[in-house]
């Protein structure tokens, strides 16, 4: 996405998203594609010439990141060892300083999920990994930040987040408040990816450990779809086959917003309601495609929520989805 094509004025930080940790444990270019990726970057970087006062970060790792392949247990190697966790440390300072990034996001999905490339020590060794970040940046003359991409799962929390830990080292906690259901749920019951009620269980659950003052709400700019199952039941908690179909962009199971308000603008949808449980926004399209996301309405809701809640501040994934 070209910077140029969106209003970054609304924005403290912005995240470019993602690079990735390479065979040496050093952070790269996403899977070595410098070629590619530089260019973007100088372009990303633009924008604070633009904006006043506004940051931009790079994120490292995202859910591709530890899919099968090469690079699944890149975070797990790396935060395991000393000298790994020291390599790593001193190759992102490089990286901030020759890119032009103010700061790095980390985005491990998921320490110690196994399924994920995980094992049990990576609850421990994440906070080893941080402090040595954060040993780096304090040694630096540069004034960079540091956050880390949470989910809104407590299961997922408590298997890999140390978050009194880490909280010492990290400067914020971006709480990724969306996918919490999708088309990849074994039970095949439809849910919303935002359920309110889950993004509270999860704000409760990590004030036990660091300060909401820490913690800024991820809020998701796109929807997940289900081709539901039954016609006379097509509703959250119904039954699913599958993914809904894409649109013209993306994947199926998964929509942007920007696809959602065309399909809102011009009424070409079956229904459309605000769900009072989950406080997010349930829309039927093609007869059987179900789709869950939020809009105005519930957004707002949850930037009430953050403001009540004394949160640090809230976030979007992505810009480039609106």
């Not at 403290?12 to 070629?35: C, K, L, M, P, Q």
């Not at 633009?46 to 099968?68: E, Y």
């Not at 300060?211 to 779809?225: A, D, K």
Request: proline share 3%.
């Amino acid at each position: 996405m070209a910077t140029s094509t969106f209003d970054a004025s609304p924005y403290t930080h912005v995240v470019y998203s993602f690079a990735s940790i390479d065979s040496s444990y050093r952070i790269e270019a996403w899977n070595g594609t410098y070629d590619n990726e530089v260019p973007l970057y100088k372009e990303f970087n633009t924008l604070k010439q633009r904006v006043s006062g506004a940051k931009t970060m790079i994120a490292v790792g995202g859910w591709s990141h530890n899919d099968p392949g090469p690079m699944q247990r890149r975070f797990s190697q790396m935060a395991a060892s000393a000298i790994n966790r020291v390599t790593f440390a001193n190759s992102v300072v490089e990286f901030l300083r020759t890119y032009g990034f103010d700061g790095l996001d980390l985005d491990w999905e998921y320490p110690s999920l196994k399924e994920r490339g995980g094992k049990r020590e990576d609850y421990d060794n994440y906070v080893l990994m941080v402090k040595e970040l954060r040993d780096a940046f304090n040694a630096a003359s540069e004034p960079f930040e540091l956050s880390v991409a949470i989910p809104g799962n407590v299961t997922k929390l408590e298997m890999g987040f140390d978050l009194a830990g880490l909280a010492e080292h990290v400067d914020w906690f971006n709480l990724m408040a969306y996918d919490l259901w999708g088309s990849w749920d074994p039970k095949k019951i439809a849910k919303s990816h935002t359920d309110f009620r889950m993004i509270d269980e999860a704000v409760e659950y990590m004030s036990h450990f660091i300060q909401r003052s820490q913690l800024v709400l991820g809020m998701g700019s796109y929807g997940r779809t289900y081709e539901m199952e039954d016609e006379d039941c097509l509703d959250l908690e119904c039954s699913f086959d599958g993914p809904g179909k894409a649109g013209c962009e993306g994947t199926d199971g998964f929509l942007p917003y920007f696809e959602i308000a065309d399909i809102v603008t011009s009424r070409a949808y079956d229904s459309l309601r605000y769900d009072d449980d989950s406080e997010s926004i349930v829309m039927v399209t093609d007869g059987n495609r179900l789709i869950s996301y939020d809009n105005t309405v519930s957004f707002n809701r949850k930037i009430q929520y953050a403001e009540e809640m004394c949160l640090m501040g809230k976030m979007l994934w992505a810009i480039d989805m609106l």
